[in-house]
Nanobody
Framework: QVQLVDSGGGLVQAGESLRLSCTAS???????AGWYRQAPGKQRDLVAT???????NYEDSVKGRFTISRDNAKNTVYLQMNSLKPEDTAVYYC?????????????????WGQGTQVTVSS
């Protein structure tokens, strides 16, 4: 289990960029990680993942616009979001320590950030 703090959200206009950060309470060197988002009235959906080795995967609607990365020295995972759209509006949550099974990321439900609000106006 690892404690996570999400930050970097805000209110932007369509086409602008934001960078989210997820800082862990301990080393994440051996951990897979992912970013999820949850819009009002909807379920929490996976947006992007990064393995402990640095391999990344993205949900189709964000491919080419979002980039997940990690800085193990800072115990931090980032989500760079470019060309934002109103449909990207949601609370974004970081998860760490999940498992990859047959190409699917399964979150560690003990290790969520508190979430950071991203609002994109048209």
């Amino acid at each position: 289990q690892v404690q996570l703090v999400d930050s970097g959200g805000g209110l932007v206009q369509a086409g602008e960029s934001l960078r989210l950060s997820c800082t862990a309470s301990r080393s994440i060197f051996r951990l897979n990680a992912g970013w999820y988002r949850q819009a009002p009235g909807k379920q929490r959906d996976l947006v992007a993942t990064i393995t402990s080795g640095g391999t990344t995967n993205y949900e189709d609607s964000v491919k080419g616009r979002f980039t997940i990365s990690r800085d193990n020295a800072k115990n931090t995972v980032y989500l760079q979001m470019n060309s934002l759209k109103p449909e990207d509006t949601a609370v974004y949550y970081c998860n760490a320590g999940g498992a990859y099974i047959s190409g699917t990321y399964y979150p560690d439900f003990r290790s969520w950030g508190q979430g950071t609000q991203v609002t994109v106006s048209s």
